[in-house]
Structure formats: structure tokens, C-alpha cells
């Protein structure tokens, strides 16, 4: 479950008058020692980091990233972690390239990092460094980090061009794309919280679900994370960001008396605390999750479903996102000195829906009433804050809005420095380690409203010969495996990972009738070219997405810790001509042996 859309915090609303903003000019480049010790050892790296009769480097990036964060979580109106203290960490990366803008060590997997591990083969480049602004010591890692860098470029680039000796045809596509030079300095603004107003707002939160003791476990986590970026590189590009990050989940879980497990939970994210909705609008959302929780222990099931499905609200969003968002980025997988690794991998990607639209440029892809562009340069939509907003990419580049569908036909994709056949430039889109959405807009020229709407999907219905239609207001995990949801357990991403699918009857008469233990099956990218109209009424939608697993091949991986970046997707709800849905199969975990002591009066 998703809220469709925020609210503004109320002038003087409980977590409103928590909150202090006080705009420190840390960031100005004549007094930040880390940005000075940076440039310095930058310049000296490029004058004297090379081996005698071997490459230098022509590309190199430095980047520090202070992170803190702090986690609040609850159960039941109690505190199980959080004590207010805030982690601190810095986070130090460089990105080295020997060759040239055509061949370089990039994009390219040598069997022999095996031996490394995953450490080995691909962070490499990043490293812990130190909190205090200490610019000896700063300078000193930043060197040690780029020694390693350079010798294992050096061994990848002859390894690389080993490699293509051996290979004939194919049209070459340079590694890296030249981009123009940037400067763009953040102020980094402190944001200091009030940790008893946040746990105050967990404890009351997680409290709902005390009057539901059929719910067997809940819990309620708030997240605060503040990333600061210094980032220079050898062309000349400087920046610095602020980007302050706040999550909170909402979370509960049961059994049906079959031993079906039930859970469902919801998820909202803010730049700062104002940016969430206000505190009755959360108790109040918590309040209906753990009413349908407990409503769904005893509702109905269906053995199997084919035909329409309307995707509702935040819902269609949510959709969107995970199983077609994710395709719009390019990815390039990498060569290797290992063909057979080259096939296993692209085979495997292609398994888990993790390959993009490449192939489809200049193709349908949606029905001609649909459009998509992703724009981070948009802040805000209804007074909601957009998440993937951002005037300049990790890569250093300006950031710009694309029209990636144009009434249906695939026109380009985002892509990041790394470029891919017919597509070698940049388009600003490079968060975390490869490219990925920023502000998804999924605009209609078929819209219809609600009542409309539901009229359409109950006429496909009937001529189906089916005498109910279903509705589908939050998808979950509990539908067919995609990119996203593997990739984020892969990642350890915790929260709504388990969170089932919300699926309703809709019969002629209007009535509604919750189902529990649905599956929704696999909804390949084809089936989005089927869909049949939309709803009138744009809603937004945000979650953390993940760039392609072959980004991490292209040379310019870097780290900010464990949370990923969280993108906004507006879409009006989708009407599919046919979705399947199945029964969830057992076996279940046996039933609690005695009741939940909440129960007891």
C-alpha cells in the first residue's frame, strides 16, 4: 500500500516544530578542506600516477560522500531500536580510466577477479574513510585508493585489448562519452531532528495495532539519512549536493486460519519531515492496514483468474515502476575474456527481467494514447515533493527532461557516460551506479473517470463471460518475481519486501469483495502495449529503484551505503485487457499453538 499522494505539514503540527533548518555554507570551495584536498591530489595524481612504458590515466574522478543516518523502529507502542544517536560515515570512491574514450578498462569482467571475490571485483574503488576533515589524511587515502585503482586498471585495459584481438566484426561503441565540464556548488543545509518527536510518532504509529490482536507481528521503522557529495574529476567538473532522505514503513502480518500468510504494509518517503503527510493521516492509514489485515483472515480466494484488471490508484504507479520503469534505462553488458560468461550472463538477465527496451527503439511499446518522459528537473507535483529530483546526475552532468515513448513508440532510453549502441551520449541519468528514472510522468490521451472506468472493466468482463472484474490497489511482492524485487533482496533491502498484493472483486452492482492469497502472474513487457484505457486522475508514486546489474561493469561504481536511490512515478490508473491471477500455493507455516496475549480481556 502506497499513499497516492502527500500533504503539506501543518504550521505547527507535532514533528513540524521538531524540526530546525539551519543553511550552513559548508560547501563553498574557498573553506571546505575535503573539496581542497581533493582537487590538490587530483592534480598531482594526473602528473605523476603512471608506470614506466605503461598507460596513464586519462580519466579520473574523486568522490566523498558524508552520510548520516539514524533508525527509529516500533512495535506495538513500544521502542525496539533507536536510542537518537545518528551514525556518521564518509564514504570515498575513485573512479580511474587508462586507455582512451574509445577503449578503455571499462565494461569488461576478467575471469581472474574471481579469485578477489565480490569485493574484489567490483569495490575496489571505494573505501572508509575518515570523519574529520583532516586534509593530510584525506589527500593520503585518496592516494592509496588510486595506486590500487590504477594497477588493476592497468591489468583489465591488457586483459580488455588481449581480448578483442581475438574478436572480428561488430560495430565498435566507444566506453566513455565526453561531456562538458560542470561547476555547481550546494549549499549543505543541517537538518537537526527532534529524535523524541520522531519516536514519539513510531511508538503512536505502531500503537494501532495493539487493538487488532489477530495481527501477529507489526512494526513501524523511520529512517533519516542526509548524503553530502564532493565530487571533482580530470575534465574539470566540480559539485556538490545535498540530498536529505526520510522513510518510513508501516508494516503487519498474520495467518489466515489455513495457515496463509498475510501481510501488507505501506511505505512513504520526504525529503525532510515537513514532506511527510501530517500525523492523523498516517494513524489513519495504519489503522485501515490493520483493518484489512484482519479482514483478510477470513475473506474469499479464487483457484485462477483470466481476463481484465484495473490497476487503481497508486497501484498503477507501483506497476509501472517495477515492471516496465526499470526497462527505459540502457544497459551494456559487459565483454569479458570468458565468452561463455558473456552468454550466461545476458541469459541470466534475461530470466529475470532485467534487460531493457534496447532492441525495441523505434518500436511500439504502449498503446498511441501513451507518452512517458522522465524529468528531474520537475520538484514538485500537487505540493508533493518529487524524489528524483535533481539538477545534476552522479556522473557529473546536467540533468534534462526526455521524452523516452511518444504515443507509444519507444523514441530513446536514459543512459548514463556508459554508451551503448545508438545511444553515445549521456542524458543526465546516472544515479548510484548506473542509470536509472528519475520522475517517471505516464501521461494519458484516453482518459476516463473512476465511473467510467469501472463501467469499461466490467463490459470486458462480461464479454469474457465472467460476472466479476478485479481491481488490483497495491501489487506488492506477491506477484510474478520482476527485476526490482530480486534485485532489492539481493541488496538486503528490508521493509515491504513481503508485502501481498491488495485484490477486490468488483461485481455489476457496484459492491466490492476483498480476496486473500492471490497471485498475480507474470506481466511481460508485451502485455503494457494491451492496455485498454486510463484513469483521469494522476497519482504519485515512489520507491527505491536499482540500476542494471551490468552497471556495475562500466568503471564508475560507487557506494552511499545500503539505501538506493528513490525515484517518483506519476501514472493515472491502468486499465489491461488480461491479466492471470492464481491461488497462492502452500505449504504454509503451522498456526500460533495458543492466542496472542492482546487477546485476553
Request: aromatic share 8%; proline share 5%.
Amino acid at each position: 500500500m502506497q499513499f497516492g499522494r502527500f500533504k503539506r505539514f501543518r504550521s505547527g503540527s507535532l514533528l513540524g516544530v521538531a524540526l530546525l533548518a539551519v543553511t550552513a555554507l559548508l560547501a563553498q570551495t574557498h573553506d571546505d578542506i575535503a573539496l581542497r584536498a581533493m582537487k590538490d591530489e587530483l592534480a598531482r595524481s594526473m602528473t605523476q600516477l603512471q608506470l614506466p612504458q605503461m598507460d596513464k590515466p586519462y580519466f579520473l574522478a574523486y568522490r566523498i560522500q558524508d552520510i548520516e543516518q539514524q533508525e527509529i523502529s516500533a512495535t506495538l507502542g513500544s521502542l525496539t531500536s533507536g536510542d537518537g544517536t545518528a551514525f556518521r560515515n564518509r564514504m570515498i570512491s575513485v573512479e580511474l580510466r587508462v586507455g582512451d574514450y574509445t577503449v578503455d578498462n571499462s565494461n569488461f569482467f576478467s575471469m581472474q577477479r574471481l579469485r578477489g571475490g565480490s569485493a574484489g571485483m567490483f569495490m575496489g574503488g571505494v573505501e572508509q574513510g575518515s570523519v574529520d576533515d583532516d586534509y593530510g589524511q584525506i589527500r593520503r587515502q585518496l592516494w592509496i585508493v588510486s595506486d590500487r585503482q590504477y594497477k588493476r586498471a592497468l591489468e583489465d585495459l591488457s586483459a580488455k585489448r588481449a581480448a578483442l584481438k581475438m574478436r572480428n566484426g561488430g560495430e565498435p561503441v566507444p566506453d566513455f562519452s565526453k561531456e562538458i565540464p560542470v561547476t555547481l556548488v550546494q549549499a549543505r543545509t543541517i537538518l537537526i531532528s527532534s529524535s523524541t518527536q520522531l519516536q514519539s510518532l513510531a511508538k503512536d504509529l505502531s500503537a494501532v495495532f495493539r487493538s487488532a490482536p489477530e495481527i501477529e507481528r507489526s512494526s513501524v521503522t523511520i529512517t533519516r539519512r542526509d548524503v553530502f557529495t564532493r565530487y571533482v574529476n580530470s575534465e574539470g567538473t566540480t559539485f556538490t549536493r545535498w540530498e536529505p532522505l526520510i522513510k518510513l514503513e508501516v508494516s503487519a502480518r498474520t495467518q489466515a486460519g489455513d495457515g496463509l500468510p498475510i501481510s501488507n504494509s505501506f511505505t512513504v518517503y520526504g525529503r525532510t519531515v515537513p514532506d511527510l503527510p501530517p500525523k492523523e493521516t498516517l494513524l489513519a492509514h495504519a489503522q485501515r492496514l490493520s483493518s484489512l489485515i484482519v479482514k483478510l483472515r477470513s475473506a474469499a480466494t479464487l483457484d485462477r483468474y483470466n481476463g481484465p484488471v484495473l490497476f487503481e490508484g497508486s497501484a498503477a504507479g507501483e506497476l509501472f515502476l517495477q515492471q516496465f520503469g526499470t526497462k527505459l534505462a540502457a544497459s551494456r553488458a559487459p565483454m569479458s575474456d570468458n565468452p561463455q560468461f558473456e552468454v550466461f550472463f545476458n541469459q541470466m538477465l534475461e530470466r529475470l527481467g532485467g534487460s531493457s527496451f534496447q532492441e525495441k527503439l523505434g518500436a511500439r511499446v504502449l498503446p498511441a494514447f501513451l507518452s512517458v518522459r522522465d524529468d528531474p528537473q520537475e520538484t514538485a507535483f500537487k505540493g508533493a515533493t518529487l524524489l528524483g529530483a535533481s539538477s545534476i546526475d552522479d556522473d557529473g552532468v546536467k540533468t534534462r527532461a526526455t521524452v523516452l515513448v511518444d504515443h507509444g513508440t519507444l523514441k530513446t532510453l536514459l543512459t548514463s557516460r556508459t554508451p551503448v549502441r545508438g545511444l553515445l551520449q549521456s542524458s543526465g541519468s546516472r544515479r548510484g551506479f548506473g542509470a536509472v528514472a528519475s520522475n517517471l510522468f505516464v501521461e494519458s490521451q484516453k482518459a476516463m473517470s473512476d465511473g467510467d472506468l469501472h463501467k469499461e472493466l466490467l463490459g470486458l468482463a462480461k464479454d469474457r463471460g465472467l460476472d466479476y472484474a478485479i481491481i488490483v490497489r497495491h501489487v506488492g511482492s506477491g506477484s510474478a518475481a520482476s527485476f526490482m524485487d530480486i534485485a532489492k533482496q539481493m541488496a538486503n533491502q528490508g521493509g515491504a519486501a513481503d508485502s501481498l498484493p491488495e485484490v477486490f472483486k468488483l461485481y455489476p452492482d457496484g459492491h466490492e469483495e476483498a480476496l486473500r492469497g492471490v497471485h498475480i502472474g507474470e506481466l511481460p513487457a508485451e502485455a503494457f502495449k494491451e492496455i485498454v484505457a486510463t484513469g483521469e486522475t494522476p497519482v504519485l508514486y515512489n520507491d527505491e529503484i536499482i540500476p542494471r546489474i551490468s552497471s556495475i561493469f562500466s568503471g564508475g561504481i560507487t557506494s552511499a551505503g545500503e539505501t538506493l536511490p528513490v525515484a517518483s512515478c506519476i501514472a493515472p490508473s491502468l486499465l489491461f485487457e488480461e491479466v492471470s491471477l492464481a491461488k497462492t500455493q502452500g505449504p504454509f507455516p503451522a498456526l500460533p499453538v495458543s492466542p496472542s496475549p492482546l487477546a485476553e480481556k
